[in-house]
Each structure stands twice: as structure tokens, then as C-alpha cells.
């Protein structure tokens, strides 16, 4: 019992310490997972349009705010659908909502840029 004392005496400061501090430098786990890591990446390319993204985004009335904002920052990359180990840019497929999707897109992310490929309204 007593060696539990002490090491629940040094466990609980160490971690609130170590928590501060990570917390000063804005660490966060969240971004390790592939979903996370492809959207971050793909968020950080310049964007290029294929003419019928171009068409589908005018037709469903989606602005690049709309796109970049809400569809691809919390879309859900679909691996098993993707050819994310297609060299020397993957394809993905992201769908959004990750409940009862409403839309699809594929896309190409290159080392440069994203390519947007496809764009579908699925309800």
C-alpha cells in the first residue's frame, strides 16, 4: 500500500506537468490517424479542378469556403474504395457526412497539388 502512495504521489503531478506543457505547445494526438493525416495533407495542396467537379460544384451550388470548410475537413476518406498506394499520386474517395453520406469525391493528391476529380450528390 505504501508503495502505491508514492507512486500515485509522483504519477498524478507528473502528469498534470506534462499536460501543461504540451498543452503551451498545441500537441494534440488527433492527427496521427490515416483519415486525419490524408485530409490534412490534402487540405495543405494548392487545389486544382477538373472540368466536371467544376460543372457538378455550379449545378449544387457548393462554393471552395463550403468545400474546404466543411466537406473535406470532416469528410471520411473511404480506404477500401481509394488506391492510396498508386504511385506517384494516390487516389481517394471522401464521403460527407461520415453518417448517411450526401456527398462524394474522388481526388488525386500529388506532391504539389490536388486534382478533384469527381464530384456526386448521393441523396
Not at 487540405?43 to 457548393?62: D, G, R, V
Request: positive net charge.
Amino acid at each position: 500500500m505504501k508503495k502505491l502512495k508514492f507512486y500515485l504521489i509522483g504519477l498524478v503531478p507528473g502528469l498534470l506537468i506534462v499536460f501543461f506543457i504540451l498543452n503551451k505547445k498545441g500537441a494534440s494526438c488527433s492527427g496521427y490517424l490515416p483519415n486525419s493525416r490524408v485530409i490534412a495533407e490534402t487540405l495543405s495542396k494548392e487545389f486544382k479542378y477538373s472540368e466536371s467537379f467544376q460543372t457538378e460544384m455550379n449545378t449544387l451550388k457548393i462554393n471552395e469556403k463550403f468545400l474546404k470548410d466543411s466537406i473535406i475537413t470532416n469528410g471520411k476518406v473511404d480506404f477500401e474504395r481509394s488506391n492510396a498506394q498508386k504511385k506517384p499520386c494516390p487516389d481517394y474517395v471522401l464521403t460527407y457526412p461520415e453518417k448517411n453520406p450526401t456527398y462524394e469525391i474522388t481526388f488525386e493528391k500529388c506532391e504539389e497539388n490536388a486534382t478533384l476529380k469527381t464530384l456526386k450528390k448521393l441523396k
